[in-house]
Every structure is written in C-alpha cells, then in structure tokens.
C-alpha cells in the first residue's frame, strides 16, 4: 500500500506499507472436498485406500491458513451398509488430508462437516463395488444336500434325486463378484472323475446340475 502527494509524486513517510489480509472465520458451507461440485458421486473399490483433499475457506472462498486447532472442527461420518474408519491429516496450510477404506460393496453417504455445517456438495454418494474374484472365497450350496453332523464339507443326498449345485464368486472380503469372466467346474470322483462345466446365471453365480443314482 503506497501513499503519495499528486502532483509532486512524492511518497509518505514509511510508505510504501505492506498489508497482510487474513482470512475470515472458516465457514464450512464454502469449504470444499477435492473441489467437487453438490451432486458428486465417489467411486471406489472394496479394500482399496481412498484419499481427498479437504480445503477450509471462508465465507468469501479465501483459503483457509494453519491453525493449530482446526482439525477439532472435522467431523466426517459414513451411512451405509458397513462402519467405516477414516483418518484426518493437518496439511498446516488449511487443508487436509481426508483417507478411508471400505471393504464391504454398496452404496454410503459420507458426511463432512466443517465448523458445524456441511461443506460444499455433503453428503456423497460413495459407491463401493467389489474387489476383483478371490477364488478361496467364493461360496457354494445345494438345494437337496444336507450338511452333514458338524462338518460343513460333507453332505448327505438321496439317489436318483437331482441336486443343483450353485457357485457365488466373491472378492476377497466376501462381496459377491458380478463378473462373468472367471467361469467355475465342478467335478466329482468315485471310482472315476467327471466334470461338467457350470453355466453362468448372473450376478456372478454358475450353476450345475447333478443326478446320483449309484449310493455310496
């Protein structure tokens, strides 16, 4: 900031001053999550980090500066089918670092909130799909075997009974695969092996169907 005398342009004492603005108190109604507009939808994938840039600004959109207290201010809490832990970090420049992983699919919302109100665009949508196919993890059952006593890789049918065997894949924390990509067999041994490919019947399941006529 200069002051001088026209027409003799000469400048005040101690001018030219320098002026710092600050910013005014953070609002969070202005502040923002990696700039996204209301309306946003997050995606991801089941056990995969996901991290954000929070930005505090105040109510005329100037970026927020450090202050030592501000994360006491954050709140971020998820709705949806599964709890959710996130973490915070102090930038020291007015933003911060915001990370979760979710590992159950499905649809959340995910509140922020900043000095008490929500922040540009809260809550999200945040859209979890499954992880790619875990083959240990993907599921069975049979619709006339029993399982049998306390094992639950034993079963008990009836001869000449037909059974339909049905295969779920799942990703590797339990969330059904949808994929048709990764077809299963099924193959069953007495004095000999046969197997038969399982057909796909959407949402990632394969079925089979199997007649035993032969006890034993």
């Known amino acids: 900031l200069e002051f001088r005398r026209v027409p003799s342009d000469l400048a005040i004492l101690n001018s030219p001053f ?5 910013p005014d108190a953070t609002d969070g109604k202005s502040s923002d999550l990696d700039n996204l507009p209301t309306g946003s939808s997050i995606s991801c994938i089941a056990g995969l980090s996901k991290s954000h840039l929070l930005v505090a600004r105040d109510v005329y959109g100037n970026k927020q500066i450090f202050k030592p207290e501000a994360m006491s201010g954050i709140g971020v809490v998820f709705d949806g089918p599964s709890q959710v832990m996130t973490s915070l970090q102090d930038w020291a420049d007015g933003s911060f670092g915001l990370s979760y992983k979710i590992t159950r699919a499905g649809d959340y919302f995910m ?3 900043m000095s008490g109100s929500h922040i540009q665009g809260s809550p999200f949508n945040v859209s979890v799909a499954p992880d790619g196919l875990f083959v240990r993890a993907s599921t069975s059952q049979f619709s006339s075997w029993a399982v049998s006593g306390a094992s639950v890789s034993k079963y008990i049918g009836t001869a000449g009974v037909p059974n339909i065997a049905i295969v779920q894949s799942r990703d590797a924390y339990g ?3 949808s994929g048709m990509d990764s077809p299963f067999s099924m193959a069953m041994k007495k004095t000999v092996t046969s197997t038969m ?3 796909p019947q959407g949402a990632g399941a ?3 169907v199997w007649e035993l006529k032969q006890s034993g």
């Open 18 to 22: 320098e002026v710092q603005i600050k």
């Open 111 to 113: 509140n922020v909130k």
């Open 175 to 177: 969330n059904m695969n």
């Open 197 to 199: 490919a399982m057909k």
């Open 206 to 208: 394969y079925q089979a």
